[in-house]
């Protein structure tokens, strides 16, 4: 089974440009959870998404923001960039969604590398 | 609120040596404890910890969960450069909070020298 894709791995922005990430799950899973991780915060969450509806966000500013699409694709953007914003970012799927069996294991895609100058 | 606590942040081994890792839990309707390394990208999923598995072994990696004391040591004995890595410790939540599902300890950086 392929495991979590992410597509780009790297990006150099600059600030006040906008970014989108992607992501693709392992396949049959509905849930994709998005993190931000940097050395001092460590893994931050961001939002999740299942079957096209995001069920919970964590704290970030509105400039943050995402989508699924019905392949249970999934993307996030970042507007308005900030040198904060430079950090790993990591998405990750599960079988994990309201109303199913609990499988509370989490699979990492490779992150994207965004650099913000 | 929700947290996990690792603990040391980083450790500093050689070739040979057992290390402990240390993760303490405050969590909401607890179910689980869930180990991870991160070597250069992807945290990989390694153990999960669950009232009924409290224990758990894979090669020279072993974690126990205790409960009484809300913690989880993971052990690496005979330890390689290879386990060089950031080990993330994490604990399911309740579903749809704004935590996540899933929330992480900062994790420990293990640096083992030849």
């Known amino acids: 089974k392929a495991g979590v894709t992410q597509t780009p791995r790297y990006l150099i922005k600059t600030r006040g440009q906008q970014v989108t990430l992607s992501c693709s799950p392992i396949s049959g899973h509905r849930s994709v959870s998005w993190y931000q991780q940097t050395p001092g915060q460590g893994l931050q969450f961001l939002f999740e998404y299942f079957s096209e509806t995001q069920r919970n966000k964590g704290n970030f500013p509105g400039r943050f923001s995402g989508r699924q699409f019905s392949n249970s694709r999934s993307e996030m953007n970042v507007s308005t960039l900030e040198l904060g914003d430079s950090a790993l970012y990591l998405c990750a799927s599960s079988l994990r969604g309201p109303g199913t069996s609990e499988s509370y294991e989490q699979y990492f895609g490779p992150g994207t590398r965004l650099t913000v100058t | 609120e929700d947290k996990v606590v690792q603990s040391p942040l980083s450790l500093v081994v050689h070739e040979g040596d057992t290390v402990t890792l240390n993760c303490s839990y405050e969590v909401t309707n607890f179910r689980s404890l869930l180990w991870y390394k991160q070597e250069k990208k992807a945290p990989t999923f390694l153990f999960m910890l669950?009232?009924?598995?409290i224990e758990k072994k894979s090669g020279r990696l072993s974690s126990i969960l205790d409960k009484k004391e809300l913690s989880s040591i993971l052990n690496i004995t005979a330890t390689q450069t290879g386990d060089s890595a950031i080990y993330l410790c994490a604990a399911p939540l309740p579903y749809g909070g704004s935590q996540g599902n899933l929330i992480f300890g900062k994790g420990t950086k293990l640096s083992v020298k030849p």
């Open positions: 669950t009232s009924s598995g």
